[in-house]
């Protein structure tokens, strides 16, 4: 692009036009950040300024697209000689009204051979590393460790920090944004909180959008009623960076519940809602993903839309539980509220001890699992893990045991059975206690204390299976999981679940890209692997190797099944049908409908499978090479 007048905030006005709230298609007003929008108009009026190669900033032609489909290159990357140049990228900061930053790592203070480097802020970032009020507030990613936290490399380096930012306030910086990297064929990765296990919003010589400002919350009354689905009731219209604690506080506030996560950071409009969304309500309401009414939403094109039922009908489908990160920027969600009930919770624990042997203790662990369809159909909610470290001295911890619309009365009936299963095999059970609040807010904040949500580690590495109902219907093939789980824990050292169902609500739309093997789901489960602090790539990639090898068992004893998108091994077998399931084939042609160019990519996401990252090693996947077509 060659600019023909003097670039600078007096010659050029951001690129927005502030459209009628009420201008909205689905008939909920806009909130402000949706109202100031990139029009036709907006990009005509940019021949005012004498730019050449205005086209960067056209809307795309999907048909177009799809006939250059076959001649895709390589998304540019720094240094090449088609890379925007500093005046171009300082242009498009001004059209998006001052919103672009440099993406320069946020560890950068900590390191002697960059500008940035200040050992006392160096010590600052270091403290407060793993905090989420540390890394929520960063823009970049945090791929990046400081010293403290560093591999073996001596030296920092961009890594898979993406080159630009734009901090999102508006839905027109959005689709400039969109547009800009469509145009010039620039790689395009999106951030709402960070939360992904697999770094989907991470990519080296991207530009990314970060949508954590869309923190809008609007409660639509008691009696709302959704014209395009029929529903009548309590609901929310939530900006997509709206996180669990904000939304929680607000449905508190007027005696209503939301189906949300444990975790009070994560962003509900995200990867989250995206990639179906478990949560403690899920056996009494369905996913996260089912609630969701109507989403706005910038298409790959640029193209800003309301989509529901009846507009896009087959992209409300994929938005809601297809995964993040691939069919579009969603900017804000109408979602359903439940009447608030009381919640009662239940931890305890029991171990191996000198009256209780490592057989016995597995026989316990296998009464616990025998309630589990019990208990999922009572509404309930658990949250366990196990210990063995050695093989022979383990753990068995609930915390804890969420029950929805009980009492401590209610739940210790409904305990009862397993205590005195325990106490017929001699296990001592510790720790037993009763909770009862008032909610969903008291319940997480009181459970889940925010210091519990440390974030920013980098030596550790997660897979996970769901494992079906079915399998609790035959005694031989609970005995083959149980066996499968016990032969990983006793040599992982640990492993955690949940416990849980997801509910058939006929009041909810549940026709949606959620895999149909977590309809089935009875407990998720998972296991990790460790590395140490100073590991090597090779190192890290034999560590993770060898936990997709732990996980093969898990997969013989639930053939069919599949792994939680959103909480998964990035090198997952097979990935397609275990994240989406027999949803995928339908999914992928959705992808070459609505995003022909390969504009979003995202690691294991819908179309990933046709491109690749370059200098990767096997296992060990990072995002700081050039993206490219296979």
Same mark, same amino acid.
């Given at each position: 692009?060659?600019?023909?007048?003097?670039?600078?905030?007096?010659?050029?006005?951001?690129?927005?036009?502030?459209?009628?709230?009420?201008?909205?298609?689905?008939?909920?007003?806009?909130?402000?950040?949706?109202?100031?929008?990139?029009?036709?108009?907006?990009?005509?009026?940019?021949?005012?300024?004498?730019?050449?190669?205005?086209?960067?900033?056209?809307?795309?032609?999907?048909?177009?697209?799809?006939?250059?489909?076959?001649?895709?290159?390589?998304?540019?990357?720094?240094?090449?000689?088609?890379?925007?140049?500093?005046?171009?990228?300082?242009?498009?900061?001004?059209?998006?009204?001052?919103?672009?930053?440099?993406?320069?790592?946020?560890?950068?203070?900590?390191?002697?051979?960059?500008?940035?480097?200040?050992?006392?802020?160096?010590?600052?970032?270091?403290?407060?590393?793993?905090?989420?009020?540390?890394?929520?507030?960063?823009?970049?990613?945090?791929?990046?460790?400081?010293?403290?936290?560093?591999?073996?490399?001596?030296?920092?380096?961009?890594?898979?920090?993406?080159?630009?930012?734009?901090?999102?306030?508006?839905?027109?910086?959005?689709?400039?944004?969109?547009?800009?990297?469509?145009?010039?064929?620039?790689?395009?990765?999106?951030?709402?909180?960070?939360?992904?296990?697999?770094?989907?919003?991470?990519?080296?010589?991207?530009?990314?959008?970060?949508?954590?400002?869309?923190?809008?919350?609007?409660?639509?009354?008691?009696?709302?009623?959704?014209?395009?689905?029929?529903?009548?009731?309590?609901?929310?219209?939530?900006?997509?960076?709206?996180?669990?604690?904000?939304?929680?506080?607000?449905?508190?506030?007027?005696?209503?519940?939301?189906?949300?996560?444990?975790?009070?950071?994560?962003?509900? &409009? *995200? %990867?989250? !809602?995206? =990639?179906?969304?478990? /949560?403690?309500?899920?056996?009494? +309401?369905?996913?996260?993903?089912?609630?969701?009414?109507?989403?706005?939403?910038?298409?790959?094109?640029?193209?800003?839309?309301?989509?529901?039922?009846?507009?896009?009908?087959?992209?409300?489908?994929?938005?809601?539980? &297809? *995964? %993040?990160? !691939?069919? =579009?920027?969603?900017? /804000?969600?109408?979602?359903?509220? +439940?009447?608030?009930?009381?919640?009662?919770?239940?931890?305890?624990?029991?171990?191996?001890?000198?009256?209780?042997?490592?057989?016995?203790?597995?026989?316990?662990?296998?009464?616990?699992?025998?309630?589990?369809?019990?208990?999922?159909?009572?509404?309930?909610?658990?949250?366990? /893990?196990?210990?063995?470290?050695?093989?022979?001295?383990?753990?068995?911890?609930?915390?804890?045991?969420?029950?929805?619309?009980?009492?401590?009365?209610?739940?210790?009936?409904?305990?009862?059975?397993?205590?005195?299963?325990?106490?017929?095999?001699?296990?001592?059970?510790?720790?037993?206690?009763?909770?009862?609040?008032?909610?969903?807010?008291?319940?997480?904040?009181?459970?889940?204390?925010?210091?519990?949500?440390?974030?920013?580690?980098?030596?550790?590495?997660?897979?996970?299976?769901?494992?079906?109902?079915?399998?609790?219907?035959?005694?031989?093939?609970?005995?083959?999981?149980?066996?499968?789980?016990?032969?990983?824990?006793?040599?992982?050292?640990?492993?955690?679940?949940?416990?849980?169902?997801?509910?058939?609500?006929?009041?909810?739309?549940?026709?949606?890209?959620?895999?149909?093997?977590?309809?089935?789901?009875?407990?998720?489960?998972?296991?990790?692997?460790?590395?140490?602090?100073?590991?090597?790539?090779?190192?890290?990639?034999?560590?993770?190797?060898?936990?997709?090898?732990?996980?093969?068992?898990?997969?013989?004893?639930?053939?069919?099944?599949?792994?939680?998108?959103?909480?998964?091994?990035?090198?997952?077998?097979?990935?397609?049908?275990?994240?989406?399931?027999?949803?995928?084939?339908?999914?992928?042609?959705?992808?070459?409908?609505?995003?022909?160019?390969?504009?979003?990519?995202?690691?294991?996401?819908?179309?990933?499978?046709?491109?690749?990252?370059?200098?990767?090693?096997?296992?060990?996947?990072?995002?700081?090479?050039?993206?490219?077509?296979?």
């Amino acid at each position: 692009m060659v600019v023909l007048v003097s670039v600078t905030t007096e010659t050029i006005a951001p690129a927005v036009e502030a459209v009628a709230f009420d201008a909205a298609s689905s008939g909920i007003e806009y909130f402000d950040f949706g109202s100031s929008q990139l029009t036709a108009n907006v990009i005509a009026n940019l021949t005012k300024y004498n730019l050449t190669g205005t086209t960067a900033f056209n809307f795309g032609d999907n048909e177009a697209a799809v006939e250059k489909r076959a001649t895709r290159s390589c998304k540019v990357f720094p240094g090449d000689h088609v890379w925007p140049s500093d005046l171009t990228w300082f242009l498009l900061d001004l059209l998006l009204g001052g919103a672009l930053v440099d993406g320069v790592p946020a560890a950068a203070p900590c390191y002697k051979d960059w500008p940035q480097y200040d050992a006392v802020k160096c010590d600052e970032i270091t403290a407060a590393w793993t905090t989420p009020q540390y890394q929520l507030p960063d823009l970049r990613g945090g791929q990046l460790r400081p010293s403290k936290h560093r591999s073996h490399r001596r030296q920092l380096y961009s890594g898979s920090n993406p080159s630009y930012v734009v901090k999102v306030t508006n839905v027109a910086q959005i689709q400039l944004a969109v547009n800009f990297a469509r145009n010039l064929n620039i790689r395009l990765i999106v951030k709402n909180k960070g939360h992904d296990f697999n770094g989907k919003s991470s990519g080296a010589g991207a530009l990314s959008i970060w949508t954590h400002a869309l923190q809008s919350v609007q409660y639509l009354g008691a009696e709302y009623h959704h014209r395009i689905s029929g529903y009548t009731g309590s609901a929310f219209k939530i900006g997509s960076g709206t996180q669990a604690l904000k939304l929680y506080e607000a449905a508190d506030e007027l005696g209503l519940h939301v189906v949300g996560g444990i975790a009070r950071t994560v962003g509900i &409009g *995200g %990867g989250y !809602t995206a =990639g179906g969304g478990h /949560s403690p309500l899920m056996s009494k +309401y369905g996913v996260a993903a089912d609630q969701v009414l109507s989403m706005e939403v910038v298409l790959p094109n640029s193209r800003f839309v309301s989509v529901d039922e009846k507009n896009y009908p087959d992209l409300f489908f994929a938005l809601r539980g &297809g *995964g %993040g990160s !691939t069919w =579009g920027i969603v900017t /804000s969600l109408v979602i359903r509220a +439940y009447p608030k009930t009381p919640i009662t919770t239940l931890t305890y624990s029991f171990a191996t001890g000198n009256n209780v042997s490592t057989e016995t203790f597995w026989s316990g662990v296998d009464a616990v699992f025998a309630q589990f369809p019990a208990y999922a159909d009572a509404g309930m909610y658990s949250y366990w /893990s196990i210990m063995c470290a050695p093989a022979t001295t383990c753990s068995f911890s609930m915390a804890p045991q969420w029950g929805n619309d009980m009492d401590t009365a209610e739940l210790t009936a409904v305990s009862a059975p397993l205590f005195s299963n325990l106490s017929a095999l001699h296990i001592p059970v510790t720790d037993t206690k009763y909770t009862k609040f008032d909610g969903v807010l008291n319940t997480v904040i009181n459970t889940w204390p925010a210091e519990s949500e440390a974030v920013g580690a980098w030596n550790f590495h997660t897979a996970s299976r769901l494992f079906p109902r079915s399998n609790w219907e035959d005694d031989s093939k609970l005995a083959a999981q149980t066996n499968a789980l016990r032969k990983s824990v006793e040599t992982a050292g640990m492993m955690l679940g949940y416990n849980f169902k997801t509910a058939v609500n006929p009041s909810v739309n549940q026709t949606n890209a959620v895999n149909p093997a977590f309809r089935e789901t009875l407990m998720h489960a998972m296991l990790g692997a460790v590395w140490g602090q100073e590991a090597t790539p090779e190192e890290i990639a034999a560590a993770k190797k060898n936990l997709v090898e732990m996980l093969q068992p898990w997969r013989k004893a639930s053939p069919g099944a599949g792994a939680y998108l959103n909480e998964a091994d990035i090198n997952e077998p097979n990935w397609q049908q275990a994240f989406y399931g027999s949803n995928y084939d339908y999914l992928y042609s959705l992808k070459q409908k609505y995003d022909p160019w390969g504009l979003l990519y995202a690691t294991t996401a819908v179309g990933s499978e046709d491109w690749h990252i370059t200098d990767q090693l096997e296992y060990y996947p990072t995002q700081n090479g050039r993206l490219c077509p296979k």
